[in-house]
Nanobody, 120 residues
Framework: QVQLVESGGGLVQAGGSLRLSCAAS????????MGWYRQAPGQQRDMVAF???????NYAPSVKGRFTISRDNTKNTIYLQMNSLKPEDTAVYYC??????????????WGQGTLVTVSS
């Protein structure tokens, strides 16, 4: 059983910043790849940022240079620092953990989501 708890969402004006956190707990016995996804109303859920077990990162083109993903392995927590926010960043942001047991992929786990609203 894996639990992911996101926090840090809210309302911010365009140009502002927010920092999201996602704390993982439960049956996690190693470092796993994790990422942030977002879903705007009526849209599909898209990847925003990804961080590998080794700390390599990948970003959606729309957020590259504005968002930074990081992780604290001692706390099983990842963060998303969002700067220069735009109204089009408005969405529910979800944390995802890809759970591995050794090299065996056990599946994806999702958080409950946190709402980010950027006003113009």
């Amino acid at each position: 059983q894996v639990q992911l708890v996101e926090s840090g969402g809210g309302l911010v004006q365009a140009g502002g910043s927010l920092r999201l956190s996602c704390a993982a707990s439960g049956s996690i016995f190693s470092i796993n790849p994790m990422g942030w996804y977002r879903q705007a109303p009526g849209q599909q859920r898209d990847m925003v940022a990804f961080i590998s077990t080794g700390g390599n990162t990948n970003y959606a083109p729309s957020v590259k240079g504005r968002f930074t993903i990081s992780r604290d392995n001692t706390k099983n927590t990842i963060y998303l620092q969002m700067n220069s926010l735009k109204p089009e960043d408005t969405a529910v942001y979800y944390c995802k953990l890809d759970l591995y047991s050794g090299h065996y992929y056990e599946g994806a786990h999702w958080g409950q989501g946190t709402l980010v609203t950027v006003s113009s």
